[in-house]
């Protein structure tokens, strides 16, 4: 009984040992997080230079992410770092569909020639609260199912969820 409880105690000091070791830490939890900057790409449409960004990442550390920043810079394949927005900064996965928000809005809603702005904890906090009242997750699933399958039975699922 006494090894029992001494091997219990054991792993309930490694578990809560790893859950205290800071956010970068976890580079090895491929779903904790990692670290992106955004890169964007500028197109002559006619005269007119549309803008288009991406996340890049996750990166297991901010030397990967850093290093990745600089290759970008170099290989001519019309991606650059956007210098609008922070550089290997850490993302919660949590938060990483509140990104993707971001930057589909930046890519269809921004003005063409004002690249899209910088945005902070706070904002990211409210566009994971929306998402969360608008019931983006089941809107998400939803659409994918129609989209992967045209025989899609909508009205099954909502008298399912009822």
């Known amino acids: 009984?006494?090894?029992?409880?001494?091997?219990?105690?054991?792993?309930?000091?490694?578990?809560?040992?790893?859950?205290?070791?800071p956010a970068d830490a976890a580079g090895n939890c491929t779903t904790c997080g990692?670290?992106?900057?955004?890169?964007?790409?500028?197109?002559?449409?006619?005269?007119?230079?549309?803008?288009?960004y991406m996340s890049v990442g996750p990166f297991s550390d901010q030397d990967s992410c850093w290093q990745a920043v600089n290759d970008d810079y170099g290989n001519n394949d019309?991606?650059?770092?956007f210098e609008g927005s922070p550089k290997c900064v850490w993302r919660y996965e949590t938060n990483y569909e509140a990104y993707d928000d971001i930057i589909e809005d930046w890519n269809t809603?921004?003005?063409?020639?004002n690249?899209?702005?910088?945005v902070d904890k706070e904002a990211i906090a409210k566009i994971v609260e929306l998402r969360e009242v608008y019931r983006m997750k089941?809107?998400?699933?939803q659409l994918h199912?129609?989209?992967?399958?045209?025989?899609?039975?909508?009205?099954?699922?909502?008298?399912?969820?009822?």
């Open 145 to 162: 199912s129609v989209i992967t399958d045209p025989n899609h039975d909508e009205d099954e699922d909502n008298h399912v969820k009822r």
């Open 115 to 118: 690249p899209g702005v910088i």
């Open 78 to 81: 019309n991606w650059l770092p």
């Open 138 to 141: 089941e809107y998400e699933a």
């Open 34 to 52: 990692g670290y992106f900057y955004t890169a964007i790409s500028y197109i002559n449409n006619n005269g007119i230079t549309n803008y288009q």
């Open 1 to 21: 009984m006494k090894t029992l409880s001494k091997a219990l105690l054991i792993s309930g000091l490694i578990a809560t040992s790893g859950i205290t070791q």
């Open 109 to 113: 809603v921004s003005n063409p020639t």
